[in-house]
């Protein structure tokens, strides 16, 4: 194999991992074909954690690589759901009792949908991408301080691996989970962003394997990832993301988001749609962004 080729295929992973949309398992795959895969952040890996940990980000990507579309659909992480054996409880404690396999059983119970990919990363995984990348730019949507770090609402600032973590992580003087949910979407666009960006040069395309390799897991197939490489090399894809809302309630003390009706049937909708091939665009929503590479300005 090419030393060109194996660039493409390492500078790819990357950026479908920065996208958190891997297509590459043990299953058969249609390179043109809708597929969905689940994005699970997990809660160890630093500050002092080595526990298995929780999935406190829960992400439903949908991607039509034919027409250059990527839905992200954020789950709450105390979404109050079904998890199979185990009952009524956090969506987010489906890891912490069978790992990424009952994670994404329960998010396929949930929605009534197919999940054949997942994507795992803690939270040493991310800074250590964001770092590979040569950071991320973002603007704040509301002003906060967390670990020595200050976040002006309004105020575009590069993040190096450590900060985006920081921005990552508050939720308690910053707007809620929710306001942190649509923080975690911006660093998702930043990390893509900054890839497409950076993939260059052998020496970047080295760190940023050695990031995946060390702190992503996936049911990877470098056969189906190959294919994919090979047919999409020049893919500029559309993100949008969407939010599963609920309504906060507590229950023998423990606090719970019960996903409302409205809220549910119109995101499961649109990933459905999205999976049958259907474009669900929507000109009105705000984190709508077209990934263009500089170069290409």
Do not use: C
């Amino acid at each position: 194999m090419s030393k060109k080729l194996i660039k493409y295929i390492t500078v790819f992973a990357l950026f479908m991992t920065s996208l958190f949309t891997t297509t590459v398992t043990t299953h058969a795959m249609d390179i043109n074909k809708p597929f969905s895969v689940l994005l699970l952040g997990i809660d160890t890996g630093d500050l002092g954690r080595t526990e298995v940990g929780r999935s406190d980000v829960m992400m439903v990507a949908t991607i039509n690589p034919k027409e250059e579309n990527i839905v992200i659909t954020s789950i709450p992480r105390d979404s109050y759901v079904d998890i199979p054996d185990r009952g009524m409880d956090k969506i987010n404690h489906a890891y912490a009792f069978g790992g990424p396999e009952l994670s994404v059983e329960t998010v396929e119970n949930w929605l009534d949908i197919e999940i054949p990919y997942y994507i795992t990363v803690d939270m040493k995984g991310l800074a250590d991408v964001v770092d590979s990348v040569g950071g991320i730019d973002v603007v704040p949507p509301t002003s906060f301080e967390i670990s020595g770090y200050s976040f002006t609402e309004g105020q575009e600032l590069h993040l190096d691996g450590e900060m985006a973590l920081a921005y990552v992580r508050e939720r308690y003087n910053s707007g809620g989970d929710y306001a942190r949910q649509k923080r975690q979407r911006q660093v998702v666009v930043g990390i893509a962003q900054s890839t497409l960006n950076k993939s260059r040069g052998i020496k970047e395309v080295i760190d940023m394997t050695t990031a995946i390799n060390k702190y992503v897991g996936m049911n990877l197939n470098m056969f189906d990832l190959g294919k994919l490489v090979i047919s999409h090399l020049d893919m500029r894809p559309t993100l949008t993301f969407n939010q599963f809302e609920g309504e906060g309630f507590m229950l023998d003390g423990i606090y719970y988001d019960q996903i409302t009706e409205e809220s549910f049937n119109k995101n499961q909708q649109i990933i459905k749609d999205e999976l049958d091939g259907k474009l669900t665009n929507n000109s009105e929503n705000e984190e709508s962004f077209k990934l263009e590479k500089e170069s290409d300005k």
